[in-house]
């Protein structure tokens, strides 16, 4: 029986990959300083532990794991990594995340790790046409994040990327673009867009208004997340030696993400700008080199996974005021 190591597992991501890892019939241990918030685990072995302290990170790296997947990090929507308040703990915590797992497993001589980046590396000023912005793969340099959380995932790709040189490992690293879908952080601060949009319209009636950040213009594509984790094994498993985006390429505003939640949900909504973080003008994910290294890219539609997400986020909000 193969195995793999899940780290970052009790997180929306890593919950949905622990799930895939098993239907495919490997052992699966997973890590995080939490358990799942939203579903149990189907993990063999789960561990709760920071990742930050070198023991820790030596006492769960025990074996030869076939795969590992680095997916801990320090993170959030809009609401947290972009006003500045938690930057420090953002860099620090995530970076020393990365430098312990990319150590560890290379001393365990495990030749396989993913790791997960974003598409907030890509620099700010190729993304200021909200109808035209530019993710490709080789616009990351000269490098401009517009955030410090864009920097350390930029750190770390190169990290994960120099023990390839170095060691002759087959690390592998994608650049996620805004994963959605149940069983995630949907209240609380940490949420993202489609979340929280899913959460306004769940507890709103029809005929209220919602509150949007910004002017609604602001263009983003999104992944449902089983996709994303489709594009994940692919990758690991693949001969692709470069980052490559894991997202969708169908681009739409804020106000057009509103619009299509509302209409799932039966609703009439309107909206109410206000300010607030908003991160990069346009960003959009641009698939040829993926398809170019795996052949295949996402290709489900935004909507298909908004009523998945919806539905599951109402039940939630019912839940929750019962």
């Known amino acids: 029986m193969k195995s793999a190591l899940v780290l970052g597992a009790g997180g929306f991501i890593g919950g ?24 149990e685990t189907h993990a063999d072995d789960f ?14 790296v025990d074996r030869g794991f076939d795969e590992v997947y680095q997916l801990a990090a320090d993170m959030g929507g809009a609401g947290y990594i972009f006003t500045g308040e938690h930057d420090a703990d953002i860099m620090h915590n995530s970076a020393t995340i990365n430098l312990n797992v990319a150590d560890i497993a290379h ?7 993913f790791y997960s980046s974003s598409a907030c590396m890509y ?38 990327l120099s023990y390839n040189r170095n060691y002759g490992l087959r690390n592998r690293v994608a650049r996620y673009h805004n994963i959605f879908g149940p069983e995630g952080t949907w209240d609380g601060g940490k949420e993202k867009a489609p979340a929280a949009i899913c959460r306004k319209v769940a507890r709103a009636k029809s005929g209220d208004a919602i509150e949007i950040w910004g002017d609604g213009l602001q263009t983003r594509s999104f992944l449902y997340v089983d996709e994303c984790v489709e594009g994940t094994l692919r990758l690991i498993r693949s001969d692709c030696e470069v980052p490559v985006n894991i997202g969708s390429e169908e681009m739409v505003t804020i106000n057009q993400l509103v619009d299509i939640v509302a209409d799932i949900s039966g609703k009439k909504i309107e909206k109410n700008h206000i300010p607030g973080p908003t991160g990069v003008r346009g960003r959009n994910s641009e698939n040829t080199l993926i398809k170019e290294k795996l052949g295949w890219a996402p290709s489900q539609t935004l909507r298909s996974g908004l009523e998945k997400t919806y539905e599951w986020i109402e039940w939630q909000v019912r839940r929750n005021a019962a």
């Open 123 to 160: 620099p700010a000023y190729n993304q200021e046409d909200p109808d035209n912005p530019n993710c490709k793969e080789e616009s990351a340099y000269p490098a401009a994040p517009d955030s410090e959380y864009g920097w350390e995932k930029l750190f770390s790709e190169r990290l994960f």
């Open 107 to 113: 001393k365990r001589n495990i030749k396989s790790t």
């Open 47 to 60: 561990v709760i532990g920071d990742l930050r302290e070198q023991d820790f990170c030596r006492s769960i």
């Open 16 to 39: 949905h990959l622990v799930k895939r890892l098993k239907k495919e019939g490997f052992w699966v241990r997973g890590v995080d300083l939490k358990f799942h918030e939203h579903a």
